[in-house]
């Protein structure tokens, strides 16, 4: 099982990117995913996350209107959607699911319910 995230880069201000979480050994249909950042030298963030059951999304106040969280079934990845980038979204960042539920909204804000992470990928926004 593993999740692969790609897409990050170094991009202006006001620039966009798709980052991008692929899996490996498990279908991501079935599962919440949801998308953590990183900066230096600070804790991890809590950034957005999709439901397993109904394709709801929730993101932390900050990124609203900016990022857009979506699924394609097909190429089993889920696309994380980057418009006007500011400086204080320079982080690494990583998708992660939690264990397998069949049951209910498995969405979740806390790091602790996700247990496969992908290696991350950096995102540097330049002023």
């Known amino acids: 099982v593993q999740l692969q995230a790609s897409g990050g880069g170094l991009v202006q201000a006001g620039g966009s990117l798709r980052l991008s979480c692929a899996a490996s050994?498990?279908?991501?249909?079935?599962?919440?995913v949801g998308w953590f950042r990183q900066a230096p030298g600070k804790e991890r963030e809590w950034v957005s996350c999709?439901?397993?059951?109904?394709?709801?999304?929730s993101y932390v106040d900050s990124v609203k209107g900016r990022f857009t969280l979506s699924r394609d079934v097909a190429k089993n990845t889920v696309y994380l959607q980057i418009n006007g980038l500011k400086p204080e979204d320079t982080a690494n960042y990583h998708c992660?699911?939690?264990?397998?539920?069949?049951?209910?909204?498995?969405?979740?804000?806390?790091?602790?319910?996700?247990?496969?992470w992908g290696q991350g990928t950096l995102v540097t926004v330049s002023s």
């Open positions: 992660a699911v939690p264990r397998l539920s069949l049951i209910g909204d498995q969405r979740s804000t806390a790091a602790k319910d996700y247990v496969t």
């Open positions: 050994g498990l279908n991501l249909g079935y599962y919440a």
């Open positions: 999709i439901s397993n059951s109904d394709d709801r999304t």
